[in-house]
């Protein structure tokens, strides 16, 4: 019987006033020349997700599980943020990466 993992995906739009705001690290160290796009990927990977977006961590996933970030993907506009309780692979079918769901609807 296969295991039921609980996966989730977020995209965090680029080139807003979310993604431009003034993000503070856990580590203070020297600013460096980044993109917006690229100092919040750097935010989501030093675990500054759940205070940025405090509501797509709520009770609707159960307590026991603990979701990890996995990966981040960059599109043009946008940044995908995989995350789950072990690394796994996406079925492209429901996924709400353009990139993937589109090549789906196109051929039906």
Same mark, same amino acid.
């Given at each position: 019987?296969?295991?039921? /993992?609980?996966?989730?995906?977020?995209? =965090?739009?680029?080139?807003?006033?979310?993604?431009? $705001?003034? =993000?503070?690290? %856990? &580590?203070?160290?020297?600013? %460096? %020349?980044?993109? !917006?796009?690229? %100092?919040?990927? #750097?935010?989501?990977?030093?675990?500054?997700?759940?205070?940025?977006?405090? #509501?797509?961590?709520? !009770?609707?996933?159960?307590? &026991?599980?603990? =979701?990890?970030?996995?990966?981040?993907? #960059?599109?043009?506009?946008?940044?995908? =943020? #995989?995350?789950?309780?072990?690394?796994?692979?996406? &079925?492209?079918?429901? /996924?709400? &990466?353009?990139?993937?769901?589109?090549?789906? $609807?196109?051929?039906?």
């Amino acid at each position: 019987m296969k295991k039921i /993992s609980t996966q989730q995906e977020v995209l =965090l739009l680029t080139g807003t006033n979310f993604s431009g $705001r003034q =993000l503070s690290t %856990k &580590d203070e160290l020297p600013a %460096k %020349k980044l993109t !917006d796009a690229e %100092k919040l990927e #750097e935010a989501c990977w030093n675990g500054l997700l759940p205070e940025m977006l405090p #509501e797509i961590f709520t !009770d609707t996933i159960k307590p &026991d599980k603990k =979701l990890y970030l996995w990966q981040v993907k #960059e599109g043009a506009s946008f940044l995908e =943020l #995989e995350m789950g309780e072990y690394p796994e692979e996406k &079925d492209n079918y429901f /996924s709400i &990466d353009p990139y993937s769901f589109l090549a789906f $609807r196109c051929s039906n």
